[in-house]
């Protein structure tokens, strides 16, 4: 099992930065893919970022390109995800989750929608005021 705990989230306004971490633990081993999904009431999740863990390749929503970065520090088996010039848009719950994968199965998983990571957070809520 892979246990994984969000911190970050907060309320800001529109333009503002926020930074969301996600510190792993236990069989960390089980999570060579990690991701940042997002959930707005009354909307589908959508995956928002995902990185392999070496982090030679990375994927973003169209939607948060050249705003958002998603990064790792492998030895605090933690990973961040930097959100700058935020939107009204961007409100939601904001969950991380981890499995295991080649590295184009991660890639393909966080882009389709609703789609299921093996393990996840409690989510941390983001709210950006306009």
């Known amino acids: 099992q892979v246990q994984l705990v969000e911190s970050g989230g907060g309320s800001v306004q529109a333009g503002g930065s926020l930074r969301l971490s996600c510190a792993a633990s236990?069989?960390?081993?089980?999570?060579?893919?990690m991701g940042w999904f997002r959930q707005a009431p009354g909307k589908e999740r959508e995956g928002v970022a995902a990185?392999?863990?070496?982090?030679?390749?990375?994927y973003y929503a169209d939607s948060v390109k050249g705003r958002f970065t998603i990064s790792q520090d492998g030895a605090k088996n933690t990973v961040y995800l930097q959100m700058n010039s935020l939107k009204h848009e961007d409100t939601a719950m904001y969950y991380c989750?981890?499995?295991?994968?080649?590295?184009?199965?991660?890639?393909?998983?966080?882009?389709?929608?609703?789609?299921?990571?093996?393990?996840w957070g409690q989510g941390t809520q983001v709210t950006v005021s306009s």
């Open positions: 989750a981890a499995m295991i994968s080649t590295v184009a199965t991660c890639l393909v998983v966080a882009a389709t929608p609703g789609a299921d990571f093996s393990y």
């Open positions: 236990g069989y960390t081993y089980n999570s060579n893919c």
């Open positions: 990185i392999y863990i070496d982090g030679s390749s990375t």
